[in-house]
C-alpha cells in the first residue's frame, strides 16, 4: 500500500500491556519519549472519557514544543460538547480532533461530534488491498473481484486470480481492464464488462489472451481456481 508521504519517518510507541489495558501514565510516558527524540507531529488514535491532569501535561509540553498533536474524536456517535471525550477534548490549540466519516464524505453515525471536533476523516467502509480478509468490503476499484466489491465474505482463491488477471492487463497494455470514473468502474466489474486484452493491442499472443480473459471471467467458479 503506498502512501502520500514517501520520506516520512514513524515512530512507534507502545502504551498498552499484554492485556490491552492502558494508563493515562503509560500514554504521558509515549509523550515524553517522542518529545525527547525529535517527533513533530503525535498521533493519539485512543482515547476515553477520565480527565488526566498527567496527561494534560504532557500534551501542554508538546504544545510548547511546537509538536501537533491529532486525536481521535471518539466513536461512541455521542456529541463531545457534552461527553467529554480524551485527548480529544483537552483544551490546548496544538490538537487536531478528528471524527470519522463515511463513503458519503458525511459523518458516520458512529463518530463522536460537536464543537470541539476539528474535521472528519474517511474512517467507515474504507476499501482495503487486503485481497482475502473476510467480514467488510475490500479491494482497489478495478483490480479486485466483482465478489470482493459486493461482499468480502464471498471472497475465494479465484478472487486473487481474478486480481492477478488485472494486474497482468494493465502490464501489458497500460490500462487497467475496466476504466472510467470510479461508479463506472464499479459497474463494469460487476457486469463483466471489458475490452479483450488483444483488441487493445493486436500484438498480443493470442494464448495470452486467453489466459487473462480466463482470469477475468465474472463468475469465480468459471476462472482457474488458483494463481
Given at each position: 500500500i503506498a502512501g502520500v508521504a514517501w520520506k516520512v519517518q514513524l515512530m512507534a510507541l507502545?502504551?498498552?500491556d499484554s492485556t490491552g489495558a492502558s494508563s493515562t501514565s503509560d500514554s504521558a510516558a509515549c509523550v515524553d519519549y517522542a518529545l525527547a527524540h525529535g517527533a513533530q507531529i503525535l498521533n493519539c488514535s485512543f482515547g476515553g472519557a477520565g480527565y488526566s491532569q498527567t496527561f494534560f501535561t504532557a500534551l501542554k509540553a508538546a504544545r510548547d514544543a511546537g509538536v501537533i498533536v491529532v486525536a481521535s474524536a471518539g466513536n461512541a456517535g455521542?456529541?463531545?460538547?457534552?461527553?467529554?471525550?480524551?485527548?480529544?477534548?483537552?483544551?490546548?490549540?496544538?490538537?487536531?480532533?478528528?471524527?470519522?466519516?463515511?463513503?458519503?464524505d458525511l459523518p458516520s453515525l458512529s463518530s463522536d461530534y460537536g464543537g470541539l471536533v476539528d474535521l472528519f476523516a474517511p474512517g467507515t467502509s474504507i476499501l482495503s488491498l487486503d485481497l482475502t480478509a473476510t467480514g467488510q468490503g475490500i479491494g482497489t476499484v478495478g483490480f479486485a473481484s466483482p465478489e470482493q466489491l459486493v461482499d468480502a465474505?464471498?471472497?475465494?482463491?479465484?478472487?486473487?486470480?481474478?486480481?492477478?488477471?488485472?494486474?497482468?492487463?494493465?502490464l501489458i497494455c497500460g490500462r487497467p481492464p475496466f476504466?472510467?470514473?470510479?461508479?463506472?468502474?464499479?459497474?463494469?466489474?460487476?457486469?463483466?464488462?471489458?475490452?479483450?486484452?488483444?483488441?487493445?493491442?493486436?500484438?498480443?499472443?493470442?494464448r495470452l489472451d486467453a489466459l487473462v480473459g480466463r482470469c477475468l471471467i465474472r463468475e469465480p467458479e468459471k476462472r482457474f481456481k488458483n494463481g
Open positions: 507502545k502504551n498498552r455521542v456529541n463531545n460538547d457534552a461527553s467529554p471525550h480524551y485527548p480529544s477534548n483537552y483544551l490546548l490549540d496544538n490538537i487536531v480532533s478528528v471524527g470519522n466519516s463515511g463513503p458519503s465474505k464471498e471472497v475465494v482463491p479465484a478472487s486473487d486470480v481474478f486480481c492477478m488477471g488485472a494486474t497482468l492487463y494493465n476504466d472510467g470514473s470510479f461508479n463506472e468502474v464499479v459497474a463494469k466489474t460487476l457486469k463483466g464488462t471489458f475490452v479483450p486484452l488483444k483488441k487493445r493491442l493486436t500484438t498480443v499472443d493470442a
